[in-house]
């Protein structure tokens, strides 16, 4: 998507692409909108309407760095489909280049693990002041809400605006189990 005039901060880039996230829900017959690089054929326009954790990260950051050199090798590894590297989607970033080893506020690519090779999660957060904003795919519920799709956590269906910052930090983000993560450029 060619933009001009100003150039557009990384949450306005990734705030731009999530009203077409509107409709999806959480499952594994994945499908892609057209726009997305790198990924199967098959994949793109399935119907299904279907998204799941890691293939929306993978999604969104292929929309909001175009330039990055997607292609099917790396959407296997990020997928993990080999099983050799539980932090595979956070080495793809680095390699792509969208992803550097920094801290501080901004947007973070997160996997988390509950064990080795159980319960994987991916998501991105964004980082501000000790809090962090997550925004995933998921089927889950949280703060009361029940959450089918792609969502910010505890508020609702993600949207082309930032909603307000949570009140919870990392550790209650990542629920306390063993993760990895790298900030985005």
Known sequence: MAHSGPKLSL????????????GYS?????????????????????????????????????????DAKWSLD?????????????????????ELGIGKDEHGDGWYLYQVWKGEWEGGHSFLGFSSGGRLLVLEATR???NGLLHNGVV???????????????EYCEHEATRGLVFSKVKLA
């Open 26 to 66: 959480y499952g594994h017959a994945v499908e892609f909108p057209p726009d997305v690089r790198g990924v199967p054929s098959s994949l793109l326009r399935s119907g299904t309407k279907k998204i799941d954790c890691s293939t929306f990260t993978w999604a969104l950051l292929a929309q909001v760095f175009p």
């Open 152 to 166: 910010w956590r505890g508020i609702g269906p993600a949207g082309s605006q930032l909603p307000e910052m949570p």
């Open 11 to 22: 949450t306005d880039k990734i705030c731009l692409h999530l009203d077409e996230w509107g």
């Open 74 to 94: 790396y959407y296997k590894r990020y997928q993990m489909w080999d099983r050799k590297d539980m932090w595979a989607p956070i080495r793809v970033a680095e």
């Open 140 to 142: 889950s519920r949280r």
